[in-house]
């Protein structure tokens, strides 16, 4: 199993910019996909960005296409997801997560059905 453990959240104004840590240890070469997830208060919880790890290639959420990037640094065993242009809306506590079966499409690598394990989160707080 990995174990992963999430890092730079905080809070910034409206069009700032944050870059949020994954630390995956374990069994980091099981993992098919990584991805980010955020929830806010009363809503379920998204997709935000998957990677597969793999070939690397990557999908987002239509909410944050063109102003987040998720990257992996094998090397260090860590995800990133760099938010860039960030609104109120974004602001949620977000996840990473772990998915140690393969799972194909767009739709498939985002929902968070498909991944079996998870961080404590980090939250994000975008003010007006």
């Known amino acids: 199993q990995v174990q992963l453990v999430e890092s730079g959240g905080g809070s910034v104004q409206a069009g700032g910019s944050l870059r949020l840590s994954c630390a995956a240890s374990?069994?980091?070469?099981?993992?098919?996909?990584m991805g980010w997830f955020r929830q806010a208060p009363g809503k379920e919880r998204e997709g935000v960005a998957s990677i597969y790890t793999s070939n690397r290639d990557t999908y987002y959420a239509d909410s944050v296409k063109g102003r987040f990037t998720i990257s992996q640094d094998n090397a260090k065993n860590t995800l990133y997801l760099q938010m860039n242009s960030l609104k109120p809306e974004d602001t949620a506590m977000y996840y990473c997560?772990?998915?140690?079966?393969?799972?194909?499409?767009?739709?498939?690598?985002?929902?968070?059905?498909?991944?079996?394990?998870w961080g404590q989160g980090t939250r994000v707080t975008v003010s007006s």
């Open positions: 374990g069994s980091t070469y099981s993992s098919y996909s």
């Open positions: 997560a772990a998915a140690s079966r393969p799972v194909y499409g767009r739709w498939a690598v985002l929902a968070a059905t498909n991944y079996n394990a």
